[in-house]
Every structure is written in C-alpha cells, then in structure tokens.
C-alpha cells in the first residue's frame, strides 16, 4: 500500500541511522523526499541510490538558511511540502553532571541544544509557509530521554525534554492550520555522535553491547531496528490516519514506561507456561 502517494517529505538527519530508514519507507510509501544532512556523502548516496525521488542538501541543521535551502529545494522539486521531519541530533554518551567538567559547560550545553532543539525551531520556522498552504505536518524525533532519566546524560536528556515542549507548543500555535506531532523511539543501533566541545564527535555509539543485554532492560526483550521504527513516521505523515492528531507523542520505545519496579524488567516472563 502507498500511503504517502504524491507527499512531499522533508527530512534532518536523513543520511545515516534512524532517518535513513525512514527515508527508504517514506520513499516505498510513495512519497518524494529532501533530505539535509552535514554529510555531503550520505546525500549524494541517497540521490543516487534513489534518483529523481530524493533531493539532498548539504548543510547543518543549525543554520537557518540551510533550513531554508532544503525546504526550497523540495518546493522546487516536488512543488510543495506536504511534512517536515525534524530528526537530527547527537547524544552525550551518558555523561554525569559530577563528570561534565565546569570550563566545558557552556559549549557543550550550547552544542547539544543548538542541534537538538534550536535546529528543530530552525526547520519549524523555514517550513512554516509551504506547510500552511499544504495543511501539512510537522513530525519530530523525541526519545525515551524525552520522558525518563538514563537514557542519556543530563545534557541529552533535557535537550529531548525541550522537544517535548516544542512539539506542544507549536501543535497549540499552528492549529488548525498545521499538525505537529513526534516519535519517541528507545534505543537504536545507529550512528549516533557525541558533541565536539567533548571530544566525543568520534565516539561509537554502543549499539551492538546495548542489543546484547537488550533483554535485561527493555520490557519487549530486544532493540527494535531501525526500520522497525519507521512505520511510527509514515502513520503521523498519513493524511489519512492523522487527521485527528495534533500534540500527540508516540512512545515507541520497546515499554519503558512499563517496566516496572523490580529487577526483571517483564510482568509476562514464564506467562506462555502457565497457560
Ligand atoms: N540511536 C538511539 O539510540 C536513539 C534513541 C532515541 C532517539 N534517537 C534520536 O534519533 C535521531 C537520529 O539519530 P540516529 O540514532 O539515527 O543517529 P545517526 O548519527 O545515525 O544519524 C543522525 C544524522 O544526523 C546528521 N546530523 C547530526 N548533526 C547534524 C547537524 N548539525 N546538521 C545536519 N545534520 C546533522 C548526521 O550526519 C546523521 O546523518 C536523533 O534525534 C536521536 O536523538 C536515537
């Protein structure tokens, strides 16, 4: 079924982990796709990879006239824009507030809002007029880290906290003219980068160790891959099956919220042998 025939789909953070996938559905779900990334590399895969259907632009999501670029580049292309997509972003690798050294503050604290949050505002604002005139939507990446402590550092978590907010906000601000919803995944195997002022621009993301001990943490036993993550986007994108929402945030993210309090994080462990 294509349920995102004829949509124009703009996406941050559309060249690697996460955003990549949703891409590759947004694009199997018949939707045109921009995609801005700070990698020139991933772009030019992706428009080669899917031709006419994407359009790349180079640029950081935390210049706002790169915001611009991309927005007008799908406008040019597809003639419209039917969704934007915020989805870029870095992590902290957990990093404590006793271990956040006091001189590396202010840039770190700087960095991760700046990418986490303003560069969503960034988009929201170059997005606003197209959106308007499509009656379209906004769908932003959020995380376990936008509800609950450990998913990250103090830095990372109230960053994704921040997007909680602004997704309430503008769902208020724009109606009834533009949904604004989000998708807050738990953790992925990805790329997923740590922020310069730290030196942990380079660091690997702990993905396949997260997966092993998945079935310790995580209610539903695994680390959901992520393109399994990516049907959350295309249901907020539907025009059909979002009509009534607008502010709404799926917590898509394995049953954090019902983990309980004990060691074993399952109510249901044994259940099969006892029915
Ligand atoms: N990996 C996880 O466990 C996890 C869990 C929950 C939420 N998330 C969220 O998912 C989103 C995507 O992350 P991912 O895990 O796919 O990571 P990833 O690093 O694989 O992908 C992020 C993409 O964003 C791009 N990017 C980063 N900073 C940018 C900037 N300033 N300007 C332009 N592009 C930039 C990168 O080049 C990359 O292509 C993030 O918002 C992240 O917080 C990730």
């Known amino acids: 079924m294509s349920r995102l025939e004829n949509q124009s789909i703009l996406v941050t953070g559309g060249a690697s982990g996460l955003g990549l996938a949703v891409v590759e559905r947004l694009i199997e779900e018949g939707a045109s796709v921009g995609v801005l990334d700070r990698s020139a590399e991933g772009c030019a895969d992706l428009e080669s990879r899917f031709e006419d259907r994407v359009i790349g632009t180079v640029g950081d999501v935390r210049e706002y006239e790169d915001n611009e670029r991309a927005v007008a580049a799908c406008v040019d292309r597809f003639g419209k824009l039917d ?63 936008g509800f609950w402590p450990s998913g990250g550092g103090v830095l990372y978590t109230t960053t994704k906290h921040a997007v909680v907010g602004l997704i309430k906000q503008l769902a208020f601000e724009l109606a009834p003219h533009i949904r604004v919803n989000g998708v807050a995944p738990g953790a992925i195997s990805t790329q997923l980068k740590g922020p310069a002022s730290l030196d942990m621009q380079d660091l690997e993301f702990p993905g396949s160790a997260m997966e092993a001990g998945a079935s310790g943490f995580v209610p539903l036993s695994r680390l959901p891959t992520p393109a399994e993550y990516a049907g959350a986007y295309v249901f907020f ?10 502010g709404s945030i799926l917590n898509h993210d394995g049953g954090f919220g019902v983990r309980g309090l004990g060691p074993v994080p399952r109510g249901g462990d044994g259940l099969l042998k006892k029915l």
Do not use: H
């Open 237 to 246: 994108a539907s025009r059909e099956d979002n009509v009534p929402a607008t």
């Open 83 to 145: 969704c934007a997509i915020g989805n870029a972003g870095i992590w902290d690798y957990n990093i404590t507030l006793v271990d956040l050294p006091a001189d590396k503050l202010n840039q770190s604290f700087s960095e991760l809002f700046d990418i986490n949050v303003l560069g969503y505002l960034m988009l929201s604002k170059a997005a606003l007029k197209p959106l308007a005139q499509s009656q379209g939507s906004m769908i932003f990446t959020v995380s376990n880290a």
